[in-house]
């Protein structure tokens, strides 16, 4: 079991802010760190896969960054838009299928 | 490509009754997963196979949780009795080389 905090739990921003969040777990026994997204009633969706330190993904506006020896990542959102509500978990992984997963941060925003 | 299939999406049972969730994972896909998801917290891991193999289910109330993966494709998760604790969403994914899943849309199971 990995001890993995996302902060803030929530989060609400009105739309065109910019905002991020963060990911922080344990740096030993690291293998990759994948962020999701979840509307309610749908599937988590897989966002990003990130495995060496300082490695940079983006997506449209969405963007993060990996720091694997002092073990956090930070998801940036530019320009927040409505359909960016969701909840945002990140799910680091030991090994080749371990993944445990944050309590995800809430975002909602506000048109 | 069709995506990892679960059924029911809603179940309302009383305490102490059984419940069956049942998932059939992406096509080919070798490592499948069944995670509790309880209001305000983040997904807990049940359990994990690979093929028909158990390789993780160290957070499973076995006492009263139950999954089987029966020839490494489709899996069930068994509650019983259920409690009034147990009520969460119950998400399936599947993985084919451990680079990340794909969920289901999930069971959310409603223990009055």
Redo the contacts between chains.
């Keep these: 079991?990995l001890n993995?905090e996302?902060s803030p739990q929530s989060l609400h921003v009105q739309e065109g802010d910019s905002t991020n969040f963060t990911c922080s777990f344990p740096s030993s026994n690291f293998y990759?760190l994948?962020w999701?997204r979840w509307e309610t009633?749908?599937?988590?969706?897989?966002l990003f896969?990130m495995t060496l330190n300082g490695d940079e993904k983006k997506k449209g506006r969405i963007s993060a960054t990996l720091n694997t020896k002092e073990g956090y990542s930070y998801l940036y959102i530019k320009g927040s838009q409505p359909e960016d509500s969701a909840t945002y978990?990140c799910a680091p992984?030991t090994?080749?299928?371990?993944?445990?997963?944050?309590?995800?941060t809430r975002l909602t925003v506000i048109p | 490509e069709a995506?990892?299939a679960q059924s029911p999406r809603y179940k309302i049972i009383e305490k102490r009754q059984s419940v069956a969730f049942w998932c059939n994972p992406i096509s080919g896909h070798a490592?499948l997963?069944w995670?509790q998801q309880i209001l305000?917290?983040?997904?807990?891991?049940l359990i994990?196979f690979?093929n028909n193999g158990v390789?993780?289910d160290?957070?499973l109330p076995k006492d009263r949780f139950s999954a089987e993966r029966l020839k490494g494709v489709d899996s069930t998760l068994k509650i019983q009795p259920a409690k009034l604790e147990d009520s969460a969403v119950y998400?399936c994914a599947s993985?084919l080389?451990?680079?990340?899943?794909?969920?289901?849309?999930?069971t959310r199971l409603t223990v009055v």
Excluded: C, W
């Design positions: 079991i993995v996302q990759a994948h999701y009633a749908k599937s988590p969706e897989a896969v978990l992984q090994g080749a299928n371990n993944l445990f997963f944050g309590t995800g | 995506g990892v490592t997963y995670y305000g917290q983040g997904p807990k891991l994990q690979q390789v993780d160290s957070q998400l993985s080389n451990g680079r990340g899943a794909f969920f289901g849309q999930g």
